[in-house]
């Protein structure tokens, strides 16, 4: 049954308060300061909790979101959350994260957005037209749109690395962070972790020759501070 307002007021109680039991010092201690390893750039879509799908705590996930997972290079809120993850908070991963079945994917894919949230998704209609023929080589629909939506991770991943932010840490021998692309498919509760084009990336220029060729299947990597 579909929860009512007053119900989330009754169960953060009720979890507060188990919460509180097996732990007695877990809000004192969660109180006095962020350490996030994570910076999570997903979707705004309510399937997307990443802490529910990766089992992690209040602290581990420093989150930025909005539709269609954007890494937008004029996104003052979003360059802002960059900024102070990356400078402040130092955290280790930034994990770019879209998802199958995603509304925003769909809307931008069939062309047919009006208002604001057309205007927001007219980048992921870019990618449309530019990998025209590999989605057109697609039949089934629903697969094609999977396709689009790890292309439009991909993509915000690499606007990632045109953030002045990431230059500058790039620039020093280490950035201190790995970047990762994921997507998660909600009809399984998987991520699904994508391969990025990074020869080709240092091959333009966008990223320098020292950073690591496949970040996210180097477990022992030891991350330093920018
Ligand atoms: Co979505």
């Not at 208002?115 to 927001?120: Q, R």
């Amino acid at each position: 049954m579909a929860k009512q307002y007053k119900d989330l007021i009754n169960n953060n109680r009720l979890w507060a308060s188990e919460k509180k039991e097996k732990e007695p010092d877990y809000f004192s201690r969660l109180s006095l300061a962020q350490r996030p390893p994570f910076l999570y750039i997903g979707c705004s879509d309510s399937r997307m909790p990443l802490d529910t799908y990766t089992n992690t705590e209040p602290g581990e996930l420093f989150v930025h979101r909005n539709i269609a997972n954007q890494v937008s290079l004029t996104d003052i809120n979003f360059l802002s959350v960059l900024e102070y993850a990356v400078n402040v908070l130092k955290v280790q991963h930034i994990i770019v994260c879209g998802h199958y079945h995603c509304g925003g994917i769909a809307a931008a894919y069939h062309g047919k957005v009006k208002g604001l949230v057309g205007n927001w998704t007219n980048p992921i209609r870019d990618l449309v037209l530019n990998y025209n023929s590999e989605l057109n080589a697609i039949e089934d629909l629903d697969k094609r749109l999977d396709l689009l939506s790890e292309l439009n991770v991909i993509q915000q991943v690499e606007n990632l690395y045109k953030t002045n932010i990431v230059q500058h840490a790039l620039q020093k021998c280490h950035a201190g962070f790995q970047i990762h692309a994921w997507v998660l498919d909600i009809s399984t509760g998987l991520i699904k972790e994508l391969e990025l084009p990074m020869e080709a990336w240092k091959n333009k220029g966008l990223i320098p020759e020292t950073v690591e060729e496949d970040p996210g299947k180097n477990e022992n990597h030891e991350a330093h501070g920018v």
